[in-house]
């Protein structure tokens, strides 16, 4: 006899957030992307240190904008979600071609291929309230011919 593992409608909700954080994401639309956390959601980008820190709503809408605006084309796979208690972990592949500077790495128009990690915690509401991504940045930066 086989038996099947039941998910919480609470990791369901939360898995269902994180799908519509890359929906979005693909979309290009980073006010759907930081409407799903928390006012006081903060955002941490791993590899540019404590200066990859900030508050969601803000500076990861900025970032993220950036991204959009330097590779018009960027996209991402999400390869695999993990849920545990009031956190979900996606490791997404992110990919793009290079339309403008960026974070001091001059246009050449090369493409990124990415793996990332995007580690999601919840409020009780079910609202993002931080999110920490992590990639490995010198291949990225190597992929963009710096």
């Known amino acids: 006899m086989q038996t099947t593992q039941q998910e919480s409608v609470s990791d369901l909700t939360r898995k269902g957030a994180c ?12 006010a759907r992307m930081i409407g799903l ?11 540019l240190g404590e200066g990859g820190l900030g508050t969601f ?6 970032v993220w904008d950036s991204l959009i605006d330097c590779f018009p084309d960027i996209n991402n796979t ?5 849920a545990e208690g009031d956190i979900v972990t996606a490791n997404v592949t992110i990919c793009g071609t290079q339309a403008k500077d960026f974070l001091g790495i ?8 990415s793996d ?14 931080t999110l920490t991504i992590n990639w490995d940045a010198a291949s990225f930066a190597r992929q963009l011919g710096a």
């Not at 001059?106 to 291929?113: E, I, L, V």
């Not at 990332?116 to 309230?129: E, G, V, W």
């Open 106 to 113: 001059s246009n050449k128009g090369f493409r990124f291929n």
């Open 116 to 129: 990332h990690i995007f580690i999601f915690h919840f409020n009780d509401a079910d609202r993002i309230k």
């Open 57 to 62: 709503w803000e500076f990861g809408k900025a």
């Open 37 to 47: 956390a928390a006012p006081d959601a903060t955002v941490h980008f791993l590899p």
């Open 19 to 30: 799908l519509a954080f890359f929906t979005a994401y693909d979309d290009l639309d980073t």
């Open 78 to 82: 999400v390869d695999s979600f993990s």
